[in-house]
Each structure stands twice: as C-alpha cells, then as structure tokens.
C-alpha cells in the first residue's frame, strides 16, 4: 500500500476583529471616564477637630515655618534642601528607624517642603511619621 500524502491548508487566524473590538473599548472607556478639576476644592489647613495629647518624649520635631526653612528638633538647618534635612534626621536617629516623626508645618508653608520632609524621612526607612495640625475653633 502506498500512502499518499495530502497537502493540508495552513490555518490562519484573523486579528482584523480583534483590534476592532479593543479599539471600540479604548473610546468607550476615553468617552465615559470623567476628570476632576482639584483646583477647585476650596482647602484651609491645617485644622483637626481633636488633637492627640499622648505624644511621645523621644520625638523628632521638623518644623517647616512660611517661609519654606526647617528646623529639626528647634534647630535651623543651614540649607532648606532634601539632602541637608535627611543627613539631620540620620544623625538624629541613630539607625533606630521606629523613632516617631512629627511634621509641623505652618499653614502658609509651600507643600513642596512637606513633601520634602517626607520625602526624606520615607528614604531614611522611618516608619512612624504624623503631621501636627492645630485644634480647630468649636
């Protein structure tokens, strides 16, 4: 018995519907999301309704005034950088990263340097970090 052998067509598998449908889902989704303006929301900060009396000794105090300048632990830093803030909190503290950290800012202080003081003491490993707000008026 000789066998011969049939040539099979290669199966092709069409792509064209596929994209037509993710493209149909990629304007719906454009379409129907919305955007919020932020710029729109009227804040005035910082204010809390309690404020917390249980506040440890062995904090470290970063206080940024109006102006954009740090003081660590009452002490003013030289230069109001990233670098200079986060090289005083190292010295401060003394590889125990559980030390609390107390942001205290005032309210007319650009929210980069917050960000800033955050920002550093997130790169140092802190771990307990809290912003001071003042009581609000009942």
Same mark, same amino acid.
């Given at each position: 018995?000789?066998f011969?052998r049939q040539?099979?067509?290669?199966?092709?598998l069409?792509?064209?519907p596929?994209? *037509?449908?993710?493209f149909?889902?990629? %304007?719906f989704? #454009?379409?129907s999301t919305?955007?919020?303006?932020?710029?729109?929301i009227?804040?005035q900060?910082?204010?809390?309704?309690?404020?917390s009396s *249980?506040?440890?000794?062995?904090?470290i105090?970063v206080? %940024?005034?109006?102006a /954009? =300048?740090?003081?660590?632990?009452?002490?003013?830093?030289?230069?109001?950088?990233?670098e200079?803030?986060?090289?005083a909190?190292?010295?401060? %503290?003394? /590889?125990?990263? *559980?030390i609390?950290?107390?942001?205290?800012? *005032?309210a007319q202080?650009?929210h980069?340097?917050?960000? #800033?003081?955050?920002?550093a003491a997130g790169?140092l /490993? #802190?771990? =307990?970090?809290? %912003?001071?707000?003042?009581?609000?008026p009942?």
């Amino acid at each position: 018995m000789k066998f011969k052998r049939q040539s099979r067509e290669e199966l092709e598998l069409n792509l064209t519907p596929l994209i *037509d449908v993710v493209f149909l889902l990629l %304007i719906f989704f #454009m379409v129907s999301t919305t955007f919020q303006k932020e710029s729109q929301i009227s804040l005035q900060l910082p204010k809390a309704s309690e404020s917390s009396s *249980d506040a440890p000794t062995d904090n470290i105090e970063v206080v %940024i005034n109006a102006a /954009g =300048r740090f003081y660590v632990n009452d002490q003013e830093l030289v230069k109001s950088d990233a670098e200079s803030l986060q090289a005083a909190l190292f010295k401060l %503290i003394d /590889g125990n990263r *559980d030390i609390p950290l107390t942001i205290r800012a *005032d309210a007319q202080t650009p929210h980069q340097a917050v960000v #800033m003081a955050m920002d550093a003491a997130g790169q140092l /490993g #802190m771990l =307990r970090m809290s %912003i001071a707000t003042s009581q609000a008026p009942k």
